[in-house]
T-cell receptor
């Protein structure tokens, strides 16, 4: 079965610092999908990005960027110039093409201090 | 607003009781997922339905069951509740093809 590891339980940074959240995954499928979700203090889960296994292009969206490397089975998430509003728990998730459940990592709690 | 609606938002009940959580997926989505989020277990996949059929099963207890109805809404039934069942229960829906899942606001269940 697929597995997602987010080794960083908690990260604390000061506003305007860059921060990278690590995600390592395991899967036997050649076709799979990777996701990042944000869970702010209000509790809802907000979709940030999806990446499929055939697309290793890195993506940038404003202050957010994602680095997908199949060679190391990693899908890391970087926030540039962090802001207090970025404080949340961030989850990485994996869904295999032949296995429909989306498995989540344990999450990384990011605290951005002013 | 994700478009996924969960009711109720909060539920307080006693041990041994049975509750039903309801989820309405986004318009057009055929898949519904249920997740349990507790402090010590993180976000755990429970079960997935696709167009009324059970598609995948995770760490769902035998005391729990779910179904998806012809109008695609889903219900999660939790019975013989224990204190340890207190958690945030999320429903999510997605379109076919491994696309992203969109989550509802969750139902916070407190068992006392």
């Amino acid at each position: 079965a697929q597995k997602v590891t987010q080794a960083q339980t908690e990260i604390s940074v000061v506003e305007k610092e860059d921060v990278t959240l690590d995600c390592v995954y395991e899967t036997r499928d050649t076709t799979y999908y990777l996701f990042w979700y944000k869970q702010p203090p209000s509790g809802e889960l907000v979709f940030l990005i999806r990446r499929n296994s055939f697309d290793e292009q890195n993506e940038i969206s404003g202050r957010y960027s994602w680095n997908f490397q199949k060679s190391t089975s990693s899908f890391n998430f970087t926030i540039t110039a962090s802001q207090v509003v970025d404080s949340a728990v961030y989850f990485c998730a994996l869904s295999e093409y032949n296995n429909n459940d989306m498995r989540f990592g344990a999450g990384t709690r990011l605290t951005v201090k002013p | 607003d994700s478009g996924v609606t969960q009711t109720p938002k909060h539920l307080i009940t006693a041990t041994g009781q049975r509750v039903t959580l309801r989820c309405s997926p986004r318009s057009g989505d055929l898949s519904v997922y249920w997740y349990q989020q507790s402090l010590d277990q993180g976000l755990q996949f429970l079960i997935q339905y696709y167009n009324g059929e059970e598609r995948a099963k995770g760490n769902i207890l035998e005391r729990f069951s779910a179904q998806q109805f012809p109008d695609l809404h889903s219900e999660l039934n939790l019975s013989s509740l224990e204190l340890g069942d207190s958690a945030l229960y999320f429903c999510a829906s997605s379109a076919p093809g491994g696309t992203e899942a969109f989550f509802g606001q969750g139902t916070r269940l407190t068992v006392v």
